[in-house]
């Protein structure tokens, strides 16, 4: 299934393998593919992480008295910090998310905080660029003004010999920038309605880290290298000629293009010649900053910047930015002017309210990258070159909670990937973590991003603190509630670092206003265990299907393709029929508040627990009355999931899943690898037994448009569970089949109508 970046994280490498991934994994990024190469044959199984200094740096710790503070204490957690090096021993190689050690540190492991430092050797120095009356127009008098300002490229060579995270992401980037540069040009394709965002982000990509190699070596080659990409894709063999080059139309296509071009123009200033220097401004603005001025007031090319809350606002506006910055004294026309006189109020207007009141993204977990990559962008880029934010950071007072929203979407299993997971991410990352936590002061941000596969990239280089220091799980709570109206989802857990922990997300939320990205959905859940996905997504659709983002009105032709219908999710149908999308679900929630402390391993109480509960009535016709609760159990070993349901039609339970499914009537047996989850049906209603199908359309839905086919989905069984009209309790215990733990250890819980959930209701 697409639960996307095919992640997992924890503490050993039990989990079953195998030659093919697990989920289905649409649109696999050729960009990770490419990075992999270099990247992945340093991490998995051998990151620089140093287990022989552990003991020694928390004996000296715990006998060093009172904590020190200033100077002492960023010195000692530089010390700290290089004894133990990496705290992931490695990068999972299914999943893509880190391992860590089953270990105790109680010097490294502390709460997250930043340690400011005078000292040139472990932090930042001060920018002297500090302009008393900012303006978008007025840059600093230096080159680079985008991200990377001139003061932070003299300081990063002795930071990376004392950070062994800079260190690490220093090496990955010139191996990947080698990787690339035996690579021929990107070579122009068009993709029909995506245009050429893949060519965009993988030019930017490239273009980053050509950039990066050559400022860090002044070796020729990496300029050289980074001028023969630009001038392919300004070349008449890469599409067609004149201001469509770019392909405006799909705009997104422009402001990647632009924003690559920005970074060489402004990063290699010095270093191109006026020749080269002229062509690549000349670039810029016939085929990217013209059109997207006047795209500010055509609806053709400009529809995201009116209303547009979501990643097409902050990926246009930021690439426009960064482009106009970028040519800003060079460039005597004014056009540079009138962009940035456009695009900072616009996304002040729109891309900063995607962040809901709770933090979550307005389109997807997936999406989130890329508008978060966009607004970090821009940000960054008028920060460095102006002085000022102009309210990008403070304006919408949630954005700062957007890191969690990140943080807990992840399961060891990879992201709770509701909906859409988007085009290949190339240069897209979540490396806005990095730059939100330090920006708003949000150390947990920075330690966790640091230790994921897509940290090192050069942004990374200039956005991380290396004052930084802590693990980010200390002091976590394993459970999050995220209930704004339009979201309304949770996330539990067992532990922050045990790659075989219990996962669990489900979400209800409003099913119209995510800018046509989201699933027929409410009710959905994902379940991690045993370090793999037991119930999953399908993810994204073919983007070029009839009609697929054309509404998400209930009789839009998105709903007629099995991924995006309700039959296609992990909940509850009825009749057969998709969810209402005028559907306004009510949430309720409660958690014991447990928190993960120091140590990777979590000893959890045998009264932890956390629940969710949705009132779904609203979702569906026929229904009069419905309610799905989901809750941690036994210690937090166990899941029950339940369904009080009262519907006039036929009742369908649906679970997809890449496990090997044997059924027995009220019990089902998952298999993956050498691991196992039972499920059974407790209190089971007459008839309700347990069966299998395959992830396809019933016959009798409603037609395809002409022409039109299904995404297949290898490999994924969906469990069932039918019912004729009535009125139920629903319950379905997963029991994980944990080592160690015997068939006494598991409990089967009292059966509670929903209303009467409590902490303590299943004890």
Same mark, same amino acid.
């Given at each position: 299934?697409?639960?996307?970046?095919?992640?997992?994280?924890? +503490?050993?490498?039990?989990?079953?393998?195998?030659?093919?991934?697990?989920?289905?994994?649409?649109?696999?990024?050729?960009?990770?593919? %490419?990075?992999?190469?270099?990247?992945?044959?340093?991490?998995?199984?051998?990151?620089?992480?140093?287990? $022989?200094?552990?003991?020694?740096?928390?004996?000296?710790?715990?006998?060093?008295?009172?904590?020190?503070?200033?100077?002492?204490?960023?010195?000692?957690?530089?010390?700290?910090?290089?004894? %133990?090096?990496?705290?992931?021993?490695?990068?999972?190689?299914?999943?893509?998310?880190?391992?860590?050690?089953?270990?105790?540190?109680?010097?490294?492991?502390?709460?997250?905080?930043?340690?400011?430092?005078?000292?040139?050797?472990?932090?930042?120095?001060?920018?002297?660029?500090?302009?008393?009356?900012?303006?978008?127009?007025?840059?600093?008098?230096?080159?680079?003004?985008?991200?990377?300002?001139?003061?932070?490229?003299?300081?990063?060579?002795?930071?990376? /010999?004392?950070?062994?995270?800079?260190?690490?992401?220093n090496e990955t980037i010139f191996g990947n920038a080698t990787q690339y540069y035996g690579l021929e040009p990107v070579q122009y394709h068009l993709d029909g309605g995506s245009g050429i965002l893949d060519n965009a982000r993988e030019i930017k990509m490239r273009v980053k880290a050509f950039a990066y190699a050559y400022r860090m070596t002044n070796d020729t080659k990496w300029l050289d290298r980074t001028f023969s990409e630009l001038q392919n894709a300004v070349s008449d063999s890469f599409g067609?000629?004149?201001?469509?080059?770019?392909?405006?139309?799909?705009?997104?296509?422009?402001?990647?293009?632009?924003?690559?071009?920005?970074?060489?123009?402004?990063?290699?200033?010095?270093?191109?010649?006026?020749?080269?220097?002229?062509?690549?401004?000349?670039?810029?603005?016939?085929?990217?900053?013209?059109?997207?001025?006047?795209?500010?007031?055509?609806?053709?090319?400009?529809?995201?910047?009116?209303?547009?809350?979501?990643?097409?606002?902050?990926?246009?506006?930021?690439?426009?930015?960064?482009?106009?910055?970028?040519?800003?004294?060079?460039?005597?026309?004014?056009?540079?002017?009138?962009?940035?006189?456009?695009?900072?109020?616009?996304?002040?207007?729109?891309?900063?309210?995607?962040?809901?009141?709770?933090?979550?993204?307005?389109?997807?977990?997936?999406?989130?990258?890329?508008?978060?990559?966009? +607004?970090?962008?821009?940000?960054?880029?008028?920060?460095?070159?102006?002085?000022?934010?102009?309210?990008?950071?403070?304006t919408n007072q949630h954005l700062e909670l957007t890191g969690y929203y990140h943080m807990y979407v992840n399961g060891p299993g990879s992201l709770f990937a509701y909906g859409d997971h988007g085009p290949n991410k190339f240069s897209t990352t979540a490396n806005s973590m990095l730059f939100w936590g330090d920006q708003l002061n949000h150390p947990e941000f920075v330690l966790y991003q640091r230790d994921q596969h897509d940290a090192p990239e050069p942004n990374s280089m200039f956005w991380y603190?290396?004052?930084?220091?802590?693990?980010?799980? $200390?002091?976590?709570?394993?459970?999050?509630?995220?209930?704004?109206?339009?979201? /309304?989802?949770?996330?539990?857990?067992?532990?922050?670092?045990?790659?075989?922990?219990?996962?669990?997300?489900?979400?209800?939320?409003?099913?119209?206003?995510?800018?046509?990205?989201? $699933?027929?959905?409410?009710?959905?859940?994902?379940?991690?265990?045993?370090?793999?996905?037991?119930?999953?997504?399908?993810?994204?659709?073919?983007?070029?299907?009839?009609?697929?983002?054309?509404?998400?009105?209930?009789?839009?032709?998105?709903?007629?393709?099995?991924?995006?219908?309700?039959?296609? /999710?992990?909940?509850?149908?009825?009749?057969?029929?998709?969810?209402?999308?005028?559907?306004?679900?009510?949430?309720?929630?409660?958690?014991?508040?447990?928190?993960?402390?120091?140590?990777?391993?979590?000893?959890?109480?045998?009264?932890?627990?956390?629940?969710?509960?949705?009132?779904?009535?609203?979702?569906?016709?026929?229904?009069?009355?419905?309610?799905?609760?989901?809750?941690?159990?036994?210690?937090?070993?166990?899941?029950?999931?339940?369904?009080?349901?009262?519907?006039?039609?036929?009742?369908?339970?649906?679970?997809?899943?890449?496990?090997?499914?044997?059924?027995?009537?009220?019990?089902?047996?998952?298999?993956?690898?050498?691991?196992?989850?039972?499920?059974?049906?407790?209190?089971?209603?007459?008839?309700?037994?347990?069966?299998?199908?395959?992830?396809?359309?019933?016959?009798? $839905?409603?037609?395809?448009?002409?022409?039109?086919?299904?995404?297949?989905?290898?490999? %994924?069984?969906?469990?069932?569970?039918? +019912?004729?009209?009535?009125?139920?309790?629903?319950?379905?215990?997963?029991?994980?089949q944990w080592d160690g733990m015997s068939a006494n250890d598991f409990v089967t819980p009292p059966s509670v109508p929903i209303d009467s959930w409590s902490l303590t209701s299943h004890n």
């Amino acid at each position: 299934m697409a639960d996307y970046a095919n992640e997992t994280s924890g +503490l050993t490498t039990s989990r079953p393998k195998s030659s093919g991934r697990k989920w289905i994994w649409i649109g696999v990024p050729v960009a990770v593919a %490419v990075i992999l190469a270099a990247v992945l044959g340093g991490v998995l199984g051998s990151r620089a992480h140093k287990n $022989d200094k552990n003991n020694s740096a928390s004996g000296a710790a715990a006998d060093s008295g009172p904590s020190p503070t200033g100077e002492a204490a960023a010195s000692q957690a530089a010390s700290i910090k290089e004894a %133990v090096g990496l705290f992931p021993t490695a990068t999972d190689s299914q999943y893509l998310l880190p391992l860590y050690p089953s270990t105790t540190n109680t010097a490294a492991f502390t709460t997250p905080t930043f340690h400011e430092s005078n000292n040139a050797a472990l932090a930042w120095p001060k920018d002297s660029f500090q302009p008393s009356n900012p303006k978008p127009t007025s840059v600093r008098p230096d080159r680079p003004r985008l991200i990377a300002p001139s003061y932070k490229w003299q300081a990063l060579p002795q930071l990376i /010999q004392n950070d062994p995270y800079l260190k690490f992401w220093n090496e990955t980037i010139f191996g990947n920038a080698t990787q690339y540069y035996g690579l021929e040009p990107v070579q122009y394709h068009l993709d029909g309605g995506s245009g050429i965002l893949d060519n965009a982000r993988e030019i930017k990509m490239r273009v980053k880290a050509f950039a990066y190699a050559y400022r860090m070596t002044n070796d020729t080659k990496w300029l050289d290298r980074t001028f023969s990409e630009l001038q392919n894709a300004v070349s008449d063999s890469f599409g067609p000629s004149g201001t469509a080059k770019w392909n405006p139309t799909h705009f997104l296509d422009t402001a990647e293009f632009v924003a690559a071009f920005a970074i060489a123009y402004d990063w290699l200033h010095d270093a191109w010649s006026a020749d080269q220097r002229g062509q690549i401004l000349s670039a810029m603005k016939t085929y990217g900053l013209e059109v997207g001025n006047d795209a500010f007031g055509n609806s053709s090319t400009g529809w995201w910047a009116n209303g547009i809350e979501g990643n097409w606002n902050c990926v246009c506006n930021s690439g426009l930015t960064m482009g106009a910055l970028a040519i800003l004294e060079d460039d005597d026309s004014g056009l540079a002017e009138q962009i940035l006189a456009k695009t900072v109020p616009n996304a002040l207007a729109n891309c900063i309210w995607a962040v809901s009141s709770d933090g979550t993204w307005s389109e997807t977990a997936n999406y989130w990258y890329f508008g978060t990559t966009g +607004l970090a962008e821009m940000t960054a880029s008028l920060l460095t070159a102006t002085g000022s934010d102009f309210g990008l950071l403070k304006t919408n007072q949630h954005l700062e909670l957007t890191g969690y929203y990140h943080m807990y979407v992840n399961g060891p299993g990879s992201l709770f990937a509701y909906g859409d997971h988007g085009p290949n991410k190339f240069s897209t990352t979540a490396n806005s973590m990095l730059f939100w936590g330090d920006q708003l002061n949000h150390p947990e941000f920075v330690l966790y991003q640091r230790d994921q596969h897509d940290a090192p990239e050069p942004n990374s280089m200039f956005w991380y603190d290396p004052s930084v220091a802590g693990a980010f799980w $200390d002091g976590l709570p394993l459970d999050r509630f995220f209930d704004n109206s339009t979201d /309304q989802w949770a996330s539990m857990r067992s532990s922050w670092t045990d790659q075989n922990a219990l996962y669990v997300a489900m979400k209800a939320g409003t099913l119209q206003g995510h800018q046509t990205h989201n $699933d027929l959905d409410a009710g959905d859940f994902v379940l991690d265990a045993l370090g793999t996905r037991w119930a999953g997504e399908l993810g994204s659709g073919d983007y070029l299907s009839e009609g697929y983002f054309n509404s998400d009105a209930q009789d839009a032709q998105r709903w007629l393709y099995y991924r995006k219908r309700t039959e296609g /999710q992990n909940t509850i149908l009825v009749d057969k029929a998709n969810q209402l999308v005028s559907a306004h679900p009510s949430v309720n929630h409660d958690s014991s508040g447990t928190q993960q402390g120091s140590s990777t391993v979590l000893e959890v109480p045998k009264d932890s627990t956390a629940y969710f509960t949705a009132d779904l009535t609203s979702a569906y016709d026929k229904v009069n009355s419905f309610k799905r609760g989901i809750r941690m159990i036994n210690g937090r070993k166990q899941v029950l999931l339940q369904d009080d349901i009262d519907a006039s039609a036929d009742i369908m339970w649906r679970m997809h899943t890449n496990a090997t499914v044997t059924t027995d009537g009220a019990s089902a047996t998952l298999k993956i690898g050498d691991k196992t989850v039972q499920m059974s049906i407790l209190n089971a209603p007459n008839g309700a037994t347990f069966s299998t199908g395959d992830a396809v359309r019933f016959s009798d $839905d409603p037609p395809l448009p002409e022409g039109q086919v299904d995404q297949p989905n290898p490999g %994924v069984t969906v469990v069932m569970i039918n +019912l004729p009209a009535g009125k139920y309790s629903l319950q379905v215990l997963f029991n994980p089949q944990w080592d160690g733990m015997s068939a006494n250890d598991f409990v089967t819980p009292p059966s509670v109508p929903i209303d009467s959930w409590s902490l303590t209701s299943h004890n």
